[in-house]
């Protein structure tokens, strides 16, 4: 079976997108190393060993892993690793991940693989699937395939049977029913809309009534 848009994603395909993350994170990394020992000799004549420094290694590395995963959460919510396998992290009400609960989740990133052991039984029994750093940060992770969201915005959209619309009910005459008119009333064949009919302008006090004009055809006297 498929997975729907919107559901919380599961503990497979959380784990292959976090694998394929790390796969990433460590190629980039170990091409900076490279970079940096490049241009560490070119500045100061001698041969650097990048790997030899324990502890800019950790610097970088923290880094790095830190700028990766905040930086690509807060863009666009999911990192390439996640972006392959469909999953997104939004906020609990849905929301899109803004700088601040994408870095706290990152700090705890390590926390949460650290004690992998608590984080699988998490996904495995909670009902939003939610990890350490996702309680931490105030987040979940659900499945989000544009396409398969498309068709569900697609079957949304459509009206329930029997809900259908009914087409516009015309008139005798063949046209449309005036608006604000009762829809299933129809007009009558050979029905006309009556002339406007000016209002009889008032009185002044104290003068005579007009005296109404004659008939057609009848003597002036």
Do not use: C
């Not at 993350?21 to 100061?44: P, R, Y």
């Not at 990152?106 to 009902?127: D, E, K, N, Q, W």
């Not at 959209?157 to 809900?163: D, V």
């Amino acid at each position: 079976m498929g997975h729907r848009q919107g559901q919380y994603a599961g503990l497979a395909s959380r784990a292959a997108a976090l694998g394929l993350d790390i796969l990433f994170l460590w190629l980039v990394f170990v091409l900076i190393g490279a970079a940096f020992t490049f241009f560490a000799q070119q500045v100061t004549g001698n041969t650097f060993d990048f790997k030899a420094h324990h502890v800019l290694n950790d610097v970088v590395l923290i880094v790095w892993g830190f700028v990766y995963f905040a930086g690509q959460w807060t863009l666009g919510g999911r990192t390439l690793g996640m972006a392959a396998f469909g999953v997104q992290v939004v906020t609990t009400d849905g929301g899109p991940v803004h700088g601040g609960r994408a870095s706290v989740r990152a700090l705890l990133l390590p926390v949460a693989v650290s004690l992998f052991v608590i984080t699988i039984f998490m996904l495995l029994i909670g009902r939003q699937r939610r990890g350490i750093h996702d309680l931490g940060a105030g987040t979940v992770v659900v499945y989000s395939w544009d396409a398969k969201g498309a068709r569900l915005r697609w079957l949304a959209g459509q009206n329930l049977p029997g809900e259908r619309s009914a087409p516009p009910t015309l008139g005798g005459n063949g046209t449309a029913p005036v608006p604000g008119a009762d829809p299933g009333q129809a007009a009558a064949p050979g029905d006309a809309p009556l002339p406007d009919r000016a209002a009889p302008e008032p009185t002044p006090a104290g003068a005579a009534p007009a005296a109404a004009a004659p008939a057609s055809g009848s003597p002036e006297r």
